[in-house]
Structures are given as C-alpha cells and as structure tokens.
C-alpha cells in the first residue's frame, strides 16, 4: 500500500513539473496579457480558469508560476546543503585547527538558526531599486533562501561528520596512513550523501511553502512575474473567495504537492546511510 502511494505521489510530480517546464508552450496566452473586456471573469471559454482583476489569465499565471517555484526551490535548497557541507567539518571539529574553528563556527551557526530571517527579507525589498526586474528579484529571493538554510542541514552534517570520526572504520582507516582527502571523498562521503539526500528532500518542500508565505506578506516574488506566493495573496480577500471559489486553485495545487513531497519522504532512506 505504501508502495503504491509513493509511485502515485512520483506520478503526479512528475506530471507537474513536466506541466512546469513546459509551461510557456502549455499557457494559452503571456502571463502579463491584460483582457480589458474580461476582468474577474468566471471560467468559461478561452479562460479555464477565469480573469483576474485587471483581466489576466489565470490558468496561464498558474502553469508559469507553478514553473517559479519548482524549478527555483530545488535551486536554493541545493545552495543550502551545499554551503552546509562545506561548512560542516569545521563546526565538527575536522582538520588541523580543531580547538580554535569548530567553537567558532559552532557559534555563529547557533546565531543563524536564532536570526529572524523575515527581517533579512524586508530590508533587502526596501533596499532594491523600484525598476529591478522581476527576474533579478527572482533569483534574489531564492538565493537568499538558499545562502540563509545552511545552519541546520550544517548541524546535522556536523553530527554525523563527528558521529564518523569516532567509528571503528575512521580510525582503521587512519591507523593505515590513508591521507585525509582520501578519506573525505571516498570513505566518509558515500556515507553522509543519504545525510544530504535527505537534508535535500526536506529543505524543497520548507523553500516552497517559504516562498508562498512570502509572497502572502508581499516580500516574495514581485508582480506581474506569478508565483504561488503572489497568487495566494487573493486568498486576504475572503470576499473575493466566495464570489470566485476557483480562485483557490493555487492553493490546491500547492496542498497537492505538499501531500506528495510528503508521501515521498516516508520512503525508506537512500542506500549509504550511517550505520
């Protein structure tokens, strides 16, 4: 039974992000083209799911957004597992300079996860020029994700990378005069890669609910670019939900994705894990 969950999960994400990537040529119409003649409109006709309120496609908003945020959350989090392993032996403790850098870093790491980064955000929008285009917001906005996610994938790649020098095959290894760099890339990676992996499938799901909360407070990606953020932010309006109920369809599809990311974590863990 579990199994068959996590195929059907796989199934309907891959249809999505394959919806996602092709999105430009799916859309029926630029997501910034404005009917003039048809705002709010109901669904019907050319427009599956309705105008918003200045008359742009809905339905073509959703499959361009929908690209933003799967295509760029992998993005950041793939930035975020990145800098924690390479910041990672150092909080452990690893390499010659132990007594002085892993307190060191130990601590700034406590200060990054303790950060308020909400506050991160608003200074950076205040501080963007008011013609940044919306693609450099974009890629600001994901990478800041990215850069400010290390600390906890960092903490737990410490912990393993602590838990492995004590283990009998570290020392083994040492004790045959086998030199660092070897032991780093062939020895202890393969068994902090299921580490990564996972830190990897966790921070996707966690950047793209980020992304949608952001955009709800009006700090995420900015208009006339769609994101699941910025087209949530119709749901403040409980008025507007009532009146055009298909106005949650964003919020469907990112439940739906939620719910299969989630179905796909409970699988078992990739091979390599830490014994």
């Given at each position: 039974m579990r199994i068959a969950i996590r195929r059907t999960a796989l199934v309907v994400l891959i249809l999505i992000c394959l919806g996602a990537m092709?999105?430009?040529?799916l859309a029926p119409f630029p997501y910034d083209q404005q009917f003039r003649d048809a705002p709010s409109s109901a669904p019907a006709g050319r427009f599956v799911l309705g105008t918003d309120e200045i008359g742009r496609d809905?339905?073509?908003?959703?499959?361009?957004?929908?690209?933003?945020?799967?295509?760029?959350?992998?993005?950041?989090?793939?930035?975020?597992?990145?800098?924690?392993?390479?910041?990672?032996?150092?909080s452990a403790?690893?390499?010659t300079r132990r007594n002085l850098t892993s307190p060191v870093v130990s601590v700034i790491t406590t200060?990054?996860?303790?950060?308020?980064?909400?506050?991160?955000?608003?200074?950076?929008?205040a501080e963007l020029p008011l013609n940044t285009s919306p693609a450099v917001s974009v890629l600001v906005t994901?990478?800041?994700?990215?850069?400010?996610?290390?600390?906890?994938?960092?903490?737990?790649?410490?912990?393993?990378?602590?838990?492995?020098?004590?283990?009998g095959w570290m020392l083994q290894a040492r004790a045959a005069g086998i030199s660092g760099r070897r032991i780093a890339l062939v020895h202890a990676w393969p068994h902090?890669?299921?580490?990564?992996?996972?830190?990897?499938?966790?921070?996707?799901p966690a950047y793209i609910l980020a992304e949608a909360s952001l955009g709800l407070l009006g700090l995420g990606v900015p208009e006339p670019l769609p994101?699941?953020?910025?087209?949530?932010?119709?749901?403040?309006?409980?008025d507007l939900i009532r009146a055009n109920p298909w106005v949650l369809t964003p919020l469907?599809?990112?439940?739906?994705?939620?719910?299969?990311?989630?179905?796909?974590?409970?699988?078992?863990?990739?091979?390599?894990?830490i014994d």
């Open positions: 092709f999105g430009p040529a809905r339905f073509s908003r959703l499959l361009y957004a929908t690209r933003i945020s799967i295509v760029l959350a992998p993005a950041a989090a793939a930035i975020s597992v990145a800098l924690a392993l390479l910041i990672a032996p150092f403790g690893a390499g200060i990054c996860l303790a950060l308020p980064w909400i506050f991160l955000f608003i200074i950076l929008r994901f990478g800041l994700m990215g850069v400010a996610g290390w600390a906890w994938p960092a903490r737990i790649f410490s912990a393993s990378i602590a838990r492995m020098e004590s283990s902090l890669r299921a580490v990564a992996i996972a830190q990897f499938r966790v921070l996707v994101s699941w953020g910025n087209l949530l932010g119709e749901l403040r309006h409980p469907i599809l990112l439940m739906l994705v939620m719910i299969c990311l989630e179905a796909l974590q409970s699988g078992p863990m990739p091979a390599g894990e």
